[in-house]
């Protein structure tokens, strides 16, 4: 079945750093991954929709300047929470969408999350 | 405006036992998918079960299955033989757009399941 790779799992950092985790589809061409977000206990939050060559589209609410989203090939689309805090400490997870054929049918195949802790 | 809800938090099941877990959705296109995903403690989703919205027959996937009713708009989910490994926070999803063309996916609050040995 399609694998998403989603890495790092774990992050502890200092306030103010950067961090960047990266999202790839390991046995399919992605012309769109996603972004989410989710606090505990709590629904997944779209953060941004990802596509292939060219700028993520971001919801409303989300600061593009804050969460950078690069999707420089097919396989690999990369999240960067810059001059990250505290409260950007949160579970964050992508997901990916095959190119093949139409997406109605097609679920969207997800990484295993990452867990991001800012001290 | 496209919404999904689940109205349970928490559901409680005996081991081997069936559960429904509940889903209604809004939404105005004719053409819409709605998805199911098992969240297990360790955070990965887990792709179980789709429904089309023209499927006519309901949709089945091992010991997982949807009960569909398109008029009332619900797309409950239906576990049978309950095992302990089903404990998890399970979601309903809707794909938003018509045609589908964004793949983008809309998902309800989550409803967690704890299986009881």
């Known amino acids: 079945g399609a694998v998403v790779s989603q890495h790092p799992s774990w992050v502890i950092c200092k306030s103010g750093t950067s961090v960047k985790i990266e999202c790839r589809s390991l046995?399919?061409?992605?012309?769109?991954m996603f972004w989410y977000r989710q606090f505990p206990k709590q629904s997944l939050m779209l953060m941004a929709t990802s596509n292939e060559g060219s700028k993520a589209t971001y919801e409303q609410g989300v600061e593009k300047d804050k969460f950078l989203i690069n999707h420089a090939s097919l396989t690999l689309s990369t999240l960067t929470v810059t001059s990250a805090h505290p409260e950007d400490s949160s579970f964050y997870i992508c997901s990916a969408l095959n190119r093949v054929g139409t997406y109605g049918y097609q679920p969207q195949h997800f990484g295993d999350g990452t867990r991001l802790s800012i001290l | 405006a496209q919404k999904i809800t689940q109205t349970q938090p928490g559901m409680f099941v005996q081991e081997k036992e069936a559960v429904t877990l509940d889903c209604t959705y809004d939404?105005?296109?004719?053409?819409?998918?709605l998805f199911w995903y098992k969240q297990p403690s360790s955070g990965e989703m887990i792709f179980l079960i789709y429904?089309?919205?023209?499927?006519?027959q309901n949709a089945t996937e091992g010991r997982y299955s949807l009960n569909f009713q398109k008029a009332r708009k619900s797309a409950n989910l239906v576990i049978s033989a309950s095992q302990l490994g089903d404990s998890a926070m399970y979601f309903c999803a809707m794909r938003e757009g018509r045609g589908s063309n964004t793949g983008k996916l809309i998902f309800g609050q989550g409803t967690t399941l704890q299986v009881k040995p």
């Open positions: 939404t105005s296109d004719q053409s819409y998918g």
């Open positions: 429904q089309g919205s023209y499927d006519e």
């Open positions: 046995d399919f061409q992605a012309t769109t």
